[in-house]
């Protein structure tokens, strides 16, 4: 037989956080307060399970109940996830608010992307990353090549990313491994390294990188992944 304060708090929850409702769209949470709501959100879990020992499951009531519990439940891991991204997300930017106003920051795959804005060459934008604790974005994933084809904004931006010709050879900043010249994600005719100074870069609005030269400014900014 579960206890009134039981009832208590699932007539509470439900209606504060099974409703459906998403989180207000305008709320700038601290990460203090995402912290401390995932704590009460911890706490009320418990409580709700120990309503799932009806005394009588065959009962319509407590069919009622029990169902009710999994949907709570579920809203509750939903919340959860979104209040983790909110945190991590609110870290991210703080990373980046020494090295950019305003930062434009994206979690993509866990990690942490600052898509620059100023217009850089390829050795400023990695500097600028650094100083960041951060570098160009190495070895693009689908995921964030994808991300980059629909990203909303201007179309047509190219930003820089970390691989550059080393000794005639393209390689990775952060791993010294080769970018391979069969790999799926050049461009038509790319790469071609034949000059002395060449570095990658992708645009946007599409999936494929590029080669081009290192030194050059148009339209080219950095992008960090930390």
């Known amino acids: 037989m579960f206890h009134p304060i039981f009832a208590l708090v699932l007539v509470f929850s439900f209606f504060t956080i099974s409703s459906g409702q998403p989180l207000p769209s305008g709320r700038q949470a601290t990460v203090e307060e995402a912290r401390m709501e995932q704590r009460i959100l911890a706490n009320i879990r418990p409580l709700i399970k120990q309503l799932g020992t009806c005394e009588a499951p065959t009962d319509q009531p407590c069919d009622n109940l029990s169902q009710e519990i999994r949907d709570l439940t579920k809203r509750i891991l939903v919340i959860e996830k979104s209040l983790s991204r909110q945190i991590k997300l609110a870290d991210c930017i703080a990373s980046f608010e020494n090295i950019e106003m305003n930062p434009k920051v994206h979690v993509i795959g866990g990690r942490c992307y600052l898509f620059g804005v100023e217009y850089l060459n390829w050795t400023s934008a990695q500097a600028k990353c650094r100083s960041a604790g951060a570098n ?16 909303p904004g201007r179309y047509g931006l190219y930003f820089w990313i970390g691989a550059r010709n080393t000794g005639g050879i393209l390689k990775w ?22 000059g002395p100074n060449q570095c990658v870069l992708v645009q946007q609005g599409a999936t494929k990188m590029y080669d081009y030269d290192c030194d050059k400014l148009f339209r080219f900014r950095p992008i960090c992944q930390l």
Do not use: A, M, Q
């Open 136 to 151: 160009l974005v190495t070895d693009p994933s689908e995921e964030f090549l994808y991300f980059l084809k629909w990203i």
């Open 173 to 194: 900043i952060t791993s010294d491994e080769v970018v391979k010249e069969n790999d799926s994600r050049w461009g038509d005719d790319d790469p071609d390294v034949d």
